[in-house]
């Protein structure tokens, strides 16, 4: 397609700082701030707002973090400001269970999101299975994508749909593609898949705004976006930004300008501490380690005395994946016995 009928191509924008931003604040959101922060998103004419601790339902727990209340406090909360926004959720097979989607769908979700390492779409049937069951839109979600080419993606991708979702996202998790890597990726899936495509970046290189838009041009229906970037390692692709470009480059999203512009300046009064690209999440890009394995390396590099950047490239060296964030202190203490001549 070329022209004006390419150029107004509707994208979808979900939200996600009400769960991939609960990593850049420890999981502590309160009840009362996400629901403050899903009504103005609700006023800027969000479709879809992502509610979850950051690592997923189930997600709460000493090896991911306690949230500051549970998921169903959370999800009735929001449910009950929206009437126009669908409730989303996150859940991760082996740390998320069917019984904590029982209680997103009773709390009033309407969306949900599961998410697998790329190459392990297999222990996704059974959750994606309920979720089609119950009437919830449901999406698959292939974390870590750049570890693996176009042709696996295609094969994990498929087995989702085989499933039933209605949906696959790829996650940058680790904010390492640059461009090229989001126009191959996404052009294949779009190519291969009978169900829409979308796309989740993180801004490890500072790429996840040109990373967005590339992924829109390669034929991607939808996109994550987070207020002012809030999210794992250096962030998400900034919601407010995203959409003023997507306006620019002549797609629409339906999301108001002025109103996702006055949602991000609600969060800055909440003083939270927002990412930025710092040495250690650059190098998160560049190791392709999982971003939210950021402030699990600080504590470790803290406990054993190490440089966290050599805990990264280890890391990333071992191919570590979502989900294995208490390994790291096993490698910490790996390096630093190693270090003292203990190994």
Same mark, same amino acid.
């Given at each position: 397609m070329c022209g004006g009928g390419f150029r107004k191509k509707q994208i979808r924008i979900i939200d996600t700082t009400l769960r991939d931003g609960m990593h850049a604040v420890k999981?502590?959101?309160?009840t009362e701030q996400m629901v403050k922060i899903a009504g103005v998103l609700e006023d800027a004419n969000v479709e879809t707002i992502e509610v979850s601790h950051g690592d997923g339902l189930g997600g709460s727990s000493? %090896?991911?973090?306690?949230?500051?209340?549970?998921?169903?406090?959370y999800l009735e909360g929001v449910a009950s400001v929206l009437s126009k926004s669908k409730l989303a959720?996150?859940?991760? *097979?082996?740390?998320?269970?069917?019984?904590?989607?029982?209680?997103?769908?009773?709390?009033?979700?309407?969306?949900?999101?599961?998410?697998?390492?790329?190459?392990?779409?297999?222990?996704?049937?059974?959750?994606?299975?309920?979720?089609?069951?119950?009437?919830?839109e449901t999406i698959g979600v292939l974390m870590m994508t750049h570890t693996v080419g176009p042709g696996k993606i295609v094969e994990q991708a498929n087995l989702m749909e085989s499933y039933g979702a209605d949906m696959v996202y790829l996650m940058d998790s680790a904010g390492a593609m640059i461009p090229k890597n989001v126009e191959d990726r996404i052009t294949t899936l779009k190519n291969e898949l009978s169900i829409p495509v979308g796309f989740h970046a993180h801004n490890n290189l500072g790429l996840a705004i040109? %990373?967005?838009?590339?992924?829109?041009?390669?034929g991607a229906a939808s996109l994550d976006g987070t207020l002012r970037g809030l999210g794992a390692g250096a962030g998400n692709a900034q919601e407010e930004v995203l959409v003023a470009v997507l306006d620019k480059a002549g797609y629409k999203t339906g999301v108001d300008l002025y109103n996702i512009m006055d949602a991000a300046e609600l969060l800055d009064s909440m003083a939270l501490q927002l990412p930025k690209i710092d040495n250690t999440s650059l190098l998160l890009g560049y190791a392709g380690v999982y971003?939210?394995?950021?402030?699990?390396?600080?504590r470790?590099?803290?406990?054993? %005395?190490?440089? *966290?950047?050599?805990?990264?490239i280890e890391l990333g060296r071992r191919e570590a994946v979502g989900g294995q964030e208490d390994w790291i202190i096993e490698v910490a203490a790996e390096m630093a016995a190693k270090r003292s001549g203990g190994m």
């Open positions: 999981h502590k959101f309160t000493i %090896n991911y973090g306690f949230a500051a209340a549970s998921d169903k406090e959720v996150l859940l991760l *097979p082996g740390i998320g269970t069917v019984e904590d989607l029982k209680i997103a769908v009773d709390a009033g979700a309407k969306v949900a999101r599961i998410a697998t390492h790329v190459t392990e779409a297999d222990i996704s049937e059974e959750h994606i299975t309920y979720c089609k069951e119950v009437g919830l040109g %990373n967005s838009l590339k992924a829109v041009e390669a971003s939210s394995f950021l402030l699990h390396t600080y470790a590099a803290e406990k054993f %005395n190490l440089d *966290p950047r050599d805990i990264i």
